[in-house]
């Protein structure tokens, strides 16, 4: 009874509002554990921040204790929902070393219903200069989770390890999917909020794994400095009964900061693009090429035409900043602003490709150059880095664009962390495995990696994937110069993608003659890219996944199989009442072709999709009452 009672005071509990997740932080500061449905998903992690420019914390103990209840509903804009509830329990937990004149450390912790996230907090007052976190991840043993490798791009394939096998001399990206060795749970571990702060990794120590910060590249001693306190990045584990119930998840956004300003210009949609279907190494720029995808866009109802590499004076080859660039000047015979009146005329608008070098020195002459010219938006690539000072780039590149009412696409980028929700005009971003792998290291984008993403990079935030090759069911790499490449996936996944994938500025990858007169190319043309709501159907990471999405009182649902002929039912209970047309694309003969069919349905009703292997189908349901 007296060792009941000692281990009841030794921790303080962060309850969710259902009461299904307990979070429990030791009284020292220490540990930490986390309950879900009375399983245990961490147990006794470690906790804690290591300094750089000061003595390590002496002993802690916990000086007061902030408890907080919030539950409000958020306006979202361009996303995967058109609100989202944050509901949560929370505690701002003040640490203080023992004896005279102790350093104060916070945790501020908080426990949702489906999920819980901390981090620390260290008062203003000082500076600060952070050499790592002593934050880990205790797992119960047993424990497999999807990892990635890390590296600059974070463009690797995913992983079923447990995490007793990983390297522990390797890093692996801060987002994994893990599955309770009983099945009852899943989890993934993520972060939100690392404006200000710098980029992590996991790495294996031990029986658990460790966060490892990244380090500025002018001191590699020090990962973060700041001149007057920090609150760091969020350390998340998203929790739910299915992985995939985790992708409706609103964790990560809800822990960053919430916008502030008027964002309504913000114009989600789809974009024609100029690279994917040429060499790898871009072609000449003409005017005549460049009005060819401009009226494709148009004809095709697209909103925009992303120009890509090659545009500017002295535009080098890939991937280094050619220092003989000028990115506020086009090649000669290009004309910039006659191209915007020319798309404009034809309700089109123009995305510029730049390079972040180039930008970076210059950023707001560069900007406001842009949008004297009429530009909407740009791509910045070859960031690599995820390291303070490329926070911080990324904190001005979308505080900037913001300024000037421009879409921001950030490729060669890490993972996201909630930032999108601070700008929503920070539209979309790469740090992901995608569709360019058709060109440039064909047969790494598998039809079973195309489904992890699912439950892995997206859960994380918008990704831009490229979908939309429509030279499908390729057994061998197209042409060598990477122009003409061809996928492993069927067209009917090439379709799912548009629903399945989550990036409100989603690209229409292939050729303009790709697209002509093809099979299904007319679902690319309806197809939403921002939701009002998402939902998981079915599917698991290693099988399948079955995700729908409403747009006003229409539902899109899309269905991707990782391998090996599959059907799949689709119940419509989420319908409501009423008759409803379903428009159906599905797997035709040959992996270029899909079926289409329309019938009358209820929400009495199932749908039987039938997938071949590494195949999918695109559905559409709309009301006719």
Known sequence: MLALALAATSAIAITSPDRSV?????????????????????????????????????????????RRSVNRTLPLIATKASQATDHYNGATIRFQETGAGGRV???????????????????????????????????PAGTHCLFTETSGSHEREWQDIPVSALDPNKLYDHLATCATPSGRNHFAILQSGIEGYTGSTLRRSGDRLQVELTPRKDRPSVAVQSSNGVETAWRVMMLGDRAGDLISSELVGNLAHQPSGDFSWVKPGKAAWDWWSGPTQSEKPTMERYRKFIDFAADSGLPYFLIDAGWALNSGGCCAANKDTDILRAEFGIDIPALVKYAEGKGVDLLLWVHWEHLEPRMEEVLDHYRNWGIKGIKVDFMDRQDQQMVEFYTRAARETAKRRLLLDMHAAFLPAGMQRTY????????????????????????????????????????????????????????????????????????????????????????????ANASGFDFIRIVPTAWDETRFIDGTPDSHIVLARRKGRDWFIGAMNAGGARNVIVPLTLLGTGRFEAQIWQDGATPNEVTTKSITVTSRDSLTIAMTDGGGAAIRIRPID
């Open 22 to 66: 307990e979070m429990r932080i030791a009284t020292d500061g220490t540990t930490y554990s986390v309950t879900r449905n009375g399983e245990t998903i961490a147990n006794e992690a470690p906790l804690g921040i290591v300094l750089a420019d000061a003595p390590p914390y002496r002993a802690l103990e916990s000086m007061k204790v902030q």
């Open 105 to 139: 450390l916070e945790i501020e912790a908080r426990a949702y219903n489906d999920g819980v996230a901390f981090r620390y907090v260290i008062p203003t007052g000082r500076p600060v200069a952070i050499a790592g976190e002593r934050t880990g991840y205790r797992l």
């Open 424 to 515: 929503p005009n920070y539209i979309t971003q790469e740090g992901v495995m995608g569709a360019e792998y058709d060109k440039i290291g064909w047969g790494a984008v598998t039809p079973a990696h195309n489904v992890k993403l699912a439950y892995t990079r997206m859960l994380a935030g918008p990704m831009d994937y490229t979908p939309g090759g429509f030279r499908n069911g390729g057994k061998a790499a197209g042409p060598s110069d990477g122009s003409m490449p061809v996928s492993q996936n069927s067209r009917g996944q090439a379709l799912a993608m548009y629903v399945v994938y989550d990036s409100p500025l989603q690209m229409v990858s292939d050729a303009p003659e790709a697209y």
